[in-house]
């Protein structure tokens, strides 16, 4: 490869999710720039037309291309995340909530969790959740914006999306196509390379016809027409510790008013997804199948929820894992043909953005070297890396009896999570690392919610005398209760601000 690449046209393989949140950010980053964008999608092939739950970093992702939250919820048939809850995961009949927010006021030297404990080694505190306004915003089914400018921690949440993605991918469409992208509908029949499968040189169609383009994003979904198809790049595969590798997923009435979190439940061999839109609620079950077999993921499904079915479930299969390299060549893989672990945590259209931001931040010029594209596989593999640890975590810290969950009860964990687990068992520390898409607070929350809790605490709680922290914590306590007596429901908010017409 040449030093520096010019790069003066783009092909984006795909028209789902993640094809065309590519071109969009890409048509608004090069506005002023002659560079050429075209995506090619096959209507005859369609999307995956799944992956409608998010985390906040999508509103971020919007918002940079100037679109606003109301205006976003009113076009995609939007609801407001405020995080998920998880059922019977630690063991049957118990709930908790990983909210998009904070938990309690800390000190600038001792988060507020060590305080927490403290209370609690000592006389007994109220349950944690109860100093997350996130939490109990979400849990009574309330929602407001948060404040812009919050006096505590104990104001701060931050929210998500919950929408259809058809509709999104087609705000994305339109506003991609009125910054100039062109689009192809048609099949790519062949894709040729360089002799040494180094680079891609041109996509052939179903009519014979071709695009040549200086730099490809390949966009197409599980099977990786270009990066693993024509280029050949390999997968690292993450079985042995996400062991769920199978889904069937269908859309069904609404029966009451959406909350304003996603559920998930744990099932014998994996777990339920509900998922609430304004006009339909997205389900789903995710499982693995050398636990159970497919009639019976797929009837633990229907039998599970209560609205009508509006089309048959629908079957997926996947290997939980990523691309050994993100990047080769002229070619970047974006969305599920770079890497999927699972939608436990709605991670998937996040590492559509990271991807999107690294690449931004690699074109502040039409142009790449050699250096940008190894370090763009760098931060990749690290930000997949980081997300399915957290996500075996959830798997890992269960109390729940069935075959399933007694291998992932005893499965070794990736070194940098035992780390993780064992620091923070010894002392309450929540080790942060560089790219990691999940905050302190996030560990936080599934590490209480699975009943793990460290044997010491930080000593610098103990500069704060008993009675004024206790004081303090009943206080924090009626603020959140205040607050959330104060907010409209979820339902009354999005009637009033975002109403989906259809
Ligand atoms: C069961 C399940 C649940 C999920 N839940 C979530 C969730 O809650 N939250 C989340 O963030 N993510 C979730 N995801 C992931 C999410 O669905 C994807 O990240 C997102 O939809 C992006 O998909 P994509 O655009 O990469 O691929 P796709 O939607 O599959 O798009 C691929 C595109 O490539 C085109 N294409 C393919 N081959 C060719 C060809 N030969 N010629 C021309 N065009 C071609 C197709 O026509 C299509 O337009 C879930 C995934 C699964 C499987």
Redesign the pocket.
Known sequence: MAETLNVASIAI?????????TAAALSHHFKNQPVDITV????????????????PT?RRFYQKLGFSDLQVLKASAGTCKLGIEFRDWYKPDTSFIHPFGLFGQGTKEVPFHHYWLRAKANGGAAPLEQFSLGVQLASQNKFKLPIDKPTSQLEIYDWALHFD?ALF?HLMREFSISNGVKLID????EVKTDSEKRQISS?I?SDGTYLQTDLYID?????S?LLAGALEVGYEDWSQWLVCNS???VQSELVGPPPSR?IATARSAGWQ?T?PLQHRQ?N?H?YADSFTDDETARNTLVSNIKGKLLHDPRH?R?TPGRRSHAWKGNCVA?????G?L??LE???????ETAIDKLLMTFRQPKYHKEDVQRFNQVTAMEYERVRDFIILHYKANQRSGAMWEYCRNMALPELLQDKLNRYLRNGEIVTYPWEIFGRDSWLAIFNGFAIYPQNYHPRADNMPMDYLQKHLAFMQSQVSQWVADSPSHNDFLKTHCQYTG
């Open positions: 393989v795909g028209g789902g999710t993640a094809g065309w949140m090619v999608e096959s209507s005859k092939l369609g999307t995956v037309g799944v992956g409608e739950a998010t985390i999508l993605a991918a048609n099949e790519i029949v996509l169609f966009c197409s979904g599980f099977h027409l889904a069937f997923a996603t997804w998922i997205g789903g995710v997926f996947f974006i969305g599920l043909s770079a999927f699972e939608p709605s991670t998937s259209i996040a590492l559509v």
